[in-house]
């Protein structure tokens, strides 16, 4: 069973439906992947940006409240049971990327919609119609 899939919970729905396929995969490849985090809200970045700054804690983001694709339900954070900085984890972000799905290199579990931002773009053009 993975764990955290209740984190999946308010991301982008055909995002989401491509995370569940992505993490069946993981799983058959023995990753034991589990969901750390998934849509995040303002508040939630808010604190993340903290950690660091004016919080306790290491820096773990660079993106305030509305820069983050956590925020808008497009991107999501799956670790495995092995670490961090595991093989595993290399290997999760590797598949992740030959199913076309967006990472970045400074945040291993990082997995999201591969052009988000023009998502974005496009659902704030409609509000301005």
Known sequence: MIKGTSRLLGLYAPFGVAVRELLQQLDDLAL???VTEGHR??????????QGRT???AIVTQALPGESAHNFGLACDITT???????Q?????RVARSLGFGT?????P???H???WLILKQLRSFKTR
């Open 114 to 116: 591969p052009s988000w």
């Open 110 to 112: 990082h997995v999201q």
């Open 41 to 50: 809200t303002y508040e939630r970045q808010r604190e993340l940006y903290a």
């Open 89 to 93: 984890q290399k290997d999760i972000q």
């Open 81 to 87: 049971e092995y670490g961090y900085n595991s093989v």
């Open 104 to 108: 970045v290199t400074w945040d291993l």
């Open 32 to 34: 034991q992947p589990i």
């Open 55 to 57: 919080a306790p804690g």
